[in-house]
């Protein structure tokens, strides 16, 4: 158990649908990181906080993609008008120190019909 | 750019075989390099890692070496178990001061009793 959790596990929506997803990261750990994990793929990073400030975001985060931790707890992802080329698995992490030791949730498995 | 190359599976072994699957990199930096594991059905765990060249990670008997010469941090257990099976991503990060998680593909590990 890493301590880190989402929800929801599992979603399915139709594609156009808006779709939200939860982290809440390892309670004294001040940085989060969302990636994206397709069948046969490792993760790929999509952004990262510190706190509640966003401070990088990959390219493969279109403008339908929104990320937010507005009180450096938890954080949200929305993705806005889906498309079946965002089934994946999203998962979020979390880390406190030098050497960026991070520890990942069991993740939220998106299905757009 | 960084990047991360793993040998390809699914290896396939019998219990208490030696197990070593490769994994090379490149970097613009000085990276940490780390291996996940991934069970079926759980979210990736840290399974060890090294943070400078030379340095031994070593974790429920597997280990892995960061080799500075050869870019490469391959991992190694002298004997596998049946609930040694899962997939393991090989990743890398660079030592800044938020840098984010590069990760090979995974190789998938079978073992039979």
């Known amino acids: 158990d890493t301590g880190v959790s989402q929800n929801p596990r599992h979603k399915i929506t139709k594609r156009g649908q808006n779709v939200t997803f939860r982290c809440d990261p390892i309670s004294e750990h001040n940085r989060l990181y969302w990636y994206r994990q397709t069948l046969g793929q490792g993760p790929e990073f999509l952004t990262y906080?510190?706190?509640?400030?966003?401070?990088?975001k990959s390219r493969l985060l279109s403008d339908r993609f929104s990320a937010e931790r507005p009180k450096g707890s938890f954080s949200t992802l929305e993705i806005q008008r889906t498309e079946q080329g965002d089934s994946a698995m999203y998962l979020c992490?979390?880390?406190?120190?030098?050497?960026?030791?991070?520890?990942f949730g069991p993740g939220t498995r998106l299905t757009v019909l | 750019g960084n990047s991360v190359t793993q040998m390809e599976g699914p290896v396939t072994l019998s219990e208490e075989a030696f197990l070593t699957i490769n994994c090379t990199y490149t970097a613009t930096g000085y990276p940490s390099l780390f291996w996940y594991v991934q069970y079926p059905g759980e979210g990736l765990q840290l399974l060890l890692k090294?943070?400078?060249?030379?340095d031994k990670g070593s974790n429920k008997g597997f280990e892995a070496t960061y080799r500075k010469e050869t870019t490469s941090f391959h991992l190694e257990k002298g004997s596998v178990q049946v609930s040694d099976s899962a997939v393991y991503f090989c990743a890398l990060s660079l030592n800044s001061g938020y840098s984010t998680l590069t990760f090979g593909k995974g190789t998938m590990l079978l073992v039979s009793p």
């Open positions: 992490a979390s880390s406190r120190g030098q050497h960026n030791e991070q520890f």
């Open positions: 906080f510190q706190n509640e400030a966003q401070l990088e």
């Open positions: 090294a943070t400078k060249a030379d």
